[in-house]
């Protein structure tokens, strides 16, 4: 079945900095690519996605970018303010290709 | 916010006892998935419900059981309550139309704790 890894599991950058999170899957068939920010208490909540067709897609300050050949995508996000502290989940879709599965979290802190 | 409301939001039971909780989905969307979330980890995946039928099972004992009604909304029934039962659990609704990698939008989440 699929596996997701993530990485680094807790990122601390200075406000206005860029923060970058990694994921690697291993199902070569996957095609979708959501990232999720959960903040204390709070349901996750999807803030961009990709599919495999395309290799970048940006969104105001966060970005994500998909290398299928390696297998891993990327979140970035530049000119982080303190809203932006969470803890951040990439998915894949599992072998049925509808559900998810996530890596274990990020948790990034912007200090001011 | 998404339209997706459980509820309710916190419970409490003891160990042997059951638990339902609810899900309603996002206008138009006909899938329902069910997450188990424990303390510092990643959404892991229970089951999910489409067009009233289980569609795909996650690594779960089969006390952990689930519901879709005609309007889409869920249940998920836990029975025989363990310790470490006690978690966040996510409905997540989605519209699927057969293909892979469809959006999902969670709900706030019941947060359950079994003492």
């Known amino acids: 079945g699929e596996n997701v890894e993530q990485h680094p599991s807790t990122l601390s950058v200075q406000e206005g900095d860029s923060a970058v999170i990694k994921c690697t899957y291993s199902?070569?068939?996957?095609?979708?690519f959501p990232w999720y920010k959960q903040e204390l208490g709070k349901r996750p909540q999807l803030i961009i996605d990709i599919r495999s067709n395309v290799g970048e897609k940006k969104d105001q300050r966060i970005a994500v970018t998909l290398n299928k050949t390696a297998k891993h995508f990327s979140l970035h996000i530049t000119e982080t303010q303190p809203e932006d502290s969470a803890v951040y989940f990439c998915a894949a879709p599992d072998n049925y290709g509808q559900n998810f599965v996530f890596g274990p979290g990020t948790r990034l802190s912007v200090l001011p | 916010e998404t339209g997706v409301t459980q509820s309710p939001t916190h419970l409490i039971k003891t160990r042997g006892q059951q638990v339902t909780l609810r899900c309603s989905s996002q206008?138009?969307?006909?899938?329902v998935s069910w997450y188990q979330q424990a303390l510092g980890q990643g959404p892991q995946f229970i089951f999910q419900y489409y067009r009233e039928e289980e569609n795909g099972r996650g690594n779960f004992p089969p006390r952990f059981s689930g519901l879709q009604f005609p309007n889409y909304s869920s249940e998920l029934n836990v029975n025989a309550l363990e310790l470490d039962d006690s978690a966040l659990y996510l409905c997540?609704?989605?519209?699927?139309?057969?293909?892979?990698?469809?959006?999902?939008?969670f709900g706030p989440g019941t947060r359950l704790l079994v003492l």
């Open positions: 206008s138009g969307h006909n899938t």
């Open positions: 997540a609704s989605s519209l699927s139309v057969g293909g892979a990698g469809e959006t999902q939008y």
């Open positions: 199902d070569s068939a996957s095609n979708y």
